[in-house]
């Protein structure tokens, strides 16, 4: 049974940036598209970025995530991460990955973010 483990999550101020990182083990991640998603209070889950098993499609859901978040996947470390950079309170949610293969979806814990104004 495979397993994603996000983490780096964390209580930060405006501005700031977070690294999170979601780990696979019992799969490999190369065979998957993979995403991240977000849950902001008495919200829905949305998208936040995804990239493609081979890492040239790349896509990023708002203008505003597009110019402030970067998906990266190391294949070979066998991990996904989404490097934030001028965290706003908006930003403020449980942060969670995703790995993608055909109709099936994987989804980690979650690692909660917020960003205090």
């Known amino acids: 049974q495979g397993q994603l483990d996000e983490s780096g999550g964390g209580l930060v101020q405006a501005g700031s940036s977070l690294r999170l990182s979601c780990a696979a083990s019992?799969?490999?991640?190369?065979?998957?598209?993979m995403a991240w998603y977000r849950q902001a209070p008495g919200k829905e889950r949305e998208i936040v970025a995804s990239?493609?098993?081979?890492?040239?499609?790349?896509?990023y859901a708002t203008y505003s995530v597009k110019h402030r978040f970067t998906i990266i996947r190391d294949n070979a470390k066998n991990t996904l991460y989404l490097q934030m950079n001028s965290l706003e309170p908006e930003d403020t949610a449980v942060y969670y990955c995703?790995?993608?293969?055909?109709?099936?979806?994987?989804w980690g814990q979650g690692t909660q973010v917020t960003v205090s104004s």
């Open positions: 995703a790995a993608v293969g055909g109709s099936s979806w994987y």
């Open positions: 990239i493609s098993w081979s890492g040239a499609n790349i896509n």
């Open positions: 019992g799969r490999n991640i190369s065979d998957y598209n």
